[in-house]
């Protein structure tokens, strides 16, 4: 009869001895998962564990913390009926489990959730832990960092028990891989297979307990953990990845690995890897491996993971003319941001330069402490454009008519422009604030019911304090909210000063009544509205009160502090979610008809509202304070890829980008594509299975997108230099 153990060795581990702190019992299941997991080489012949049997797993840590499969545990109980009771009871005491987590913390108010206005905390996150602690260090020195501290937290001793657990179970995965990577040569085939394995098996012998001595050894620690941390961003590779690699006379062999562990990224959508940057005095970091890894996105030509190549003052040529090269194959790979704005504006918060330089990317492109910080990855969003749908209709929802925000007064009785603009400012403040409280509650929940003793290894700060990863152990624990459907909230204000104040064309009441209308029967009104100056176009008004409004909003968010220890902070990046956002919004001043899915998918103009070109479009997003934004705050260019085909083109591109970071530009990320290629993959998606295009701060298929969002993506203006 199998045992329990057997079949599901981490729910098992779990449930070993219900007395302990939650979070030892989750480091004991990681060291019983490890002793019985199912270890497997992945195709691409790279150590690639989970925490999986062949009869699936009922629970597991990952990016979001400890989850429970409830479906995989009544499985299980009909699978083996000599364990059924055991399991059921299991399921009982998850269930008593998750109703205290209820008791304890009231759920957060979905009323403004449900209307689009904003979300806070419903998604766990993703991190940068600094998987160079194991790579360059061993397990054993992490032990060391845990003797020399848990002696002055005599309370949360459990906590490090936990964290010691987990690296006894990443040391007895990679014991088991050793002797997996013997069995498997004896039998292979494959010369450069084979040879492979042996090296693997003898890098096995060393990590990871102790420090990598190659590019291989240094790849099996990496694998080993990435894997088991749930395949999540990598960080700055080209960093920690580096001593090993200089070690390594045979390049053939570091390009082979390369090769395999992008294959290995595309297979399991890993998230965001980032190269080169400056340290804190200015020098530049870049090596052989940051062009060794943008000829690898060269010739795979796929969308993830996400790269990004921080630029400075100091990029060589060299390296803006591989990122220009990189561009041109169309994947929308790498984004670029510009450690002079990210570093400022992480010191203007706290962070030291030491420390701000060491900044990367997680998720698509929030901004993280490579290995130090918990910085929400996102804690939520606010949508712009509801706020202002609140003014407009003092507190009540355009959509669906429901009473759902605070009132600000009756427009029509505003006498003045800035009366108007102050209760759209009330409206976005509440939703601010609530999207920081509802951010906050969730995570005081994570940090009490889904610690991460693995995570904690790997994160400063965590074994120094005696706290876990989620509550409040990371050096740096700020939060970040990100601002959606900004230029069009911008654009909608400035026609109503324009035409409703200035010009006195319209009342205030003719414009709500042709907003409920949906511009039925408004049609003149409807196209003075529409063709109104736009944000994008360098026009001063319309950038100066776009501007305004941003600055507001991170203004309220930073005075807001987070339940892990830090400040809130923003920026703007809607993953797929711009054309939904659209959906959820009534008809707006700026023209936008009721639940029309274009809306702006970055801080730049609503897509095709800009008119003027790309000089023009930087001049105005160059209006907002960068500085402020302590999050990826994404700036997306449309260019067609037959200007990348020429030198003189990928030239007239770099001087664009140098001169936006130069005026304080925060990031850059642009889609190269053929104009006819667009249009004929919405028509015939079959012949463009492998168009690549940028998407709010990811690069994804354009086939995969929904039509809506494809549309968002066509309309967007191709830049012209």
């Not at 994947?331 to 504006?345: E, I, K, Q």
């Not at 400040?567 to 959820?584: D, H, K, N, P």
Request: proline share 4%; glycine share 8%.
């Amino acid at each position: 009869m199998m045992t329990l153990a057997q079949i599901d060795p981490f729910l098992y581990g779990y449930f070993l001895d219900e007395t302990l702190e939650h979070g030892e019992r989750v480091g004991l299941a990681l060291l019983h998962a490890a002793k019985n997991i199912d270890i497997i080489f992945s195709p691409q012949l790279l150590p690639a564990t989970t925490f999986q049997t062949k009869y699936g797993s009922s629970c597991y840590t990952k990016s979001e913390g400890l989850q429970f499969n409830d479906e995989n545990i009544l499985h299980l109980a009909e699978a083996f009926p000599e364990h059924k009771e055991t399991l059921l009871g299991y399921l009982r005491e998850i269930n008593i489990f998750r109703g205290k987590a209820r008791r304890l913390f009231s759920e957060p108010s979905e009323t403004l959730d449900r209307s689009g206005a904003e979300w806070g905390g419903r998604w766990g996150g993703h991190a940068n832990p600094d998987y160079g602690r194991i790579i360059n260090f061993g397990t054993d020195h992490i032990r060391t960092i845990i003797a020399a501290n848990r002696d002055h937290f005599p309370d949360e001793d459990w906590f490090y028990r936990a964290c010691s657990y987990a690296l006894d179970a990443i040391d007895i995965i990679g014991e088991r891989y050793g002797k997996l990577a013997l069995e498997k040569a004896e039998t292979c085939q494959n010369t450069k297979d084979k040879a492979l394995l042996l090296r693997m098996a003898k890098a096995f012998e060393t990590v990871p307990k102790k420090p990598a001595f190659d590019f291989t050894s240094a790849m099996c620690s990496f694998m080993l953990i990435f894997a088991l941390d749930g395949n999540d961003s990598p960080g700055r590779f080209d960093q920690y990845m580096y001593p090993a690699y200089a070690k390594t006379e045979h390049k053939e062999e570091i390009a082979d690995l390369l090769d395999r562990l992008w294959d290995y990224f595309r297979d399991h959508r890993s998230w965001n890897l980032c190269i080169a940057g400056s340290d804190e005095n200015g020098n530049d970091e870049s090596n052989d491996l940051t062009y060794d890894i943008l000829t690898m996105v060269r010739k795979k030509g796929y969308n993830t993971p996400n790269l990004t190549c921080r630029v400075h003052s100091n990029t060589p040529d060299m390296l803006w003319n591989a990122i220009a090269e990189t561009l041109a194959v169309g994947t929308g790979l790498p984004s670029l941001y510009n450690d002079d704005v990210v570093c400022a504006a992480l010191e203007k918060i706290g962070i030291p330069p030491a420390d701000s330089h060491d900044y990367c990317m997680n998720g698509c492109n929030q901004i993280d402490i490579l290995g130090k910080s918990h910085m929400g990855l996102e804690d939520g969003e606010v949508l712009f454009t509801k706020c202002l749908e609140f003014a407009l209709y003092n507190g009540i929802d355009g959509m669906t008519g429901e009473k759902i925000s605070v009132e600000t007064g009756d427009p029509a009785t505003f006498g003045t422009y800035e009366r108007f603009e102050r209760a759209f400012i009330d409206q976005l403040d509440y939703v601010t604030y609530n999207a920081c409280s509802s951010a906050n509650d969730y995570q005081h929940l994570r940090g009490v019911f889904e610690p991460h003793p693995l995570r904690s290894c790997l994160i400063e700060g965590c074994l120094e304090k005696g706290r876990d990863y989620r509550n409040g152990g990371p050096l740096y624990n700020h939060g970040q909210i990100l601002a959606e459907g900004i230029a069009d909230t911008g654009d909608s204000l400035y026609a109503v000063k324009k035409l409703v104040y200035d010009e006195k064309k319209y009342t205030m009441t003719e414009l709500i009544d042709a907003l409920k209308a949906d511009f039925e029967g408004y049609e003149q009104l409807h196209h003075d509205f529409r063709n109104c100056e736009k944000f994008g176009n360098d026009i001063e008004e319309v950038d100066a009160i776009t501007a305004r409004i941003l600055n507001r909003f991170f203004t309220v968010l930073k005075r807001n502090n987070t339940y892990r220890g830090g400040v809130f902070t923003g920026g703007c990046s809607t993953f797929e979610r711009a054309a939904r956002y659209g959906m959820q919004t009534a008809a707006l001043p700026n023209g936008k008809k009721k639940a029309e899915p274009l809306l702006a998918d970055s801080i730049a103009a609503t897509p095709g509202r800009d008119q003027k070109g790309p000089t023009a479009q930087i001049k105005s997003v160059l209006r907002y304070n960068h500085i402020d934004a302590c999050s990826g705050f994404v700036f997306q260019n449309k260019f067609e890829k037959k200007m990348f085909l020429t030198e003189k083109g990928k030239a007239s591109f770099i001087a664009l980008a140098k001169a936006f970071f130069a005026g304080g530009g925060q990031q850059y990320t642009v889609t190269v594509v053929s104009p006819e290629d667009l249009l004929d993959a919405k028509r015939n998606p079959e012949n463009h299975r492998n168009l690549i295009v940028r998407v709010g701060g990811y690069s994804d298929y354009f086939v995969n997108l929904s039509s809506e969002l494809q549309d968002n993506v066509i309309e967007r203006t191709f830049a012209q230099l």
